[in-house]
């Protein structure tokens, strides 16, 4: 389904009764994220992502440690511009993200290195050169592996 179409599509279910309140709440949370992100540091506004405002209670949601950190040297500041802002929040709790490697699983996945026609060559010779030793097995069973996986 083109992006256009989804659009329409969204944009009609928005003008339905039983999802006005659900756009609306949809919409406005949008704007707050878009607010938050341009008075943060902008080497911050990737890392970090608004989560919910309870009794006054801004939680932030870090990526990481190092971003959780560096958005707590700034909540004072940051709490003095959202409440000029409007914004009926008293703390801001800064909380890491616990699936953050979840999001972002292609960075977690190991892929296993491939040798090349030329590496395998001279695997090969490096290993017929070799003694027997440790390290010719080990050269052997690396181009035995590589074989059956190509």
Wanted: a positive charge; aromatic letters at 6%.
């Amino acid at each position: 389904m083109s992006t256009h179409k989804i659009k329409t599509y969204l944009s009609m279910l928005g003008q339905t009764t039983e999802y006005q309140e659900l756009f609306s709440r949809v919409n406005q949370l949008s704007e707050m994220q878009q607010t938050f992100i341009s008075i943060i540091p902008s080497y911050l506004a990737q890392s970090c992502n608004l989560g919910k405002i309870s009794n006054g209670k801004l939680t932030v949601l870090a990526e990481n440690g190092a971003i959780a950190s560096k958005l707590k040297l700034i909540s004072p500041s940051l709490l003095l511009q959202l409440q000029k802002l409007g914004w009926d929040v008293t703390t801001i709790q800064i909380s890491v993200q616990a699936h953050y490697y979840a999001k972002n699983s292609q960075a977690f996945i190991k892929k296993k290195p491939k040798l090349s026609q030329t590496g395998i060559e001279s695997l090969n010779q490096l290993a017929n050169s070799l003694p027997h030793s440790e390290l010719k097995n080990s050269i052997q069973s690396l181009l035995e592996k590589h074989k059956k996986n190509p």
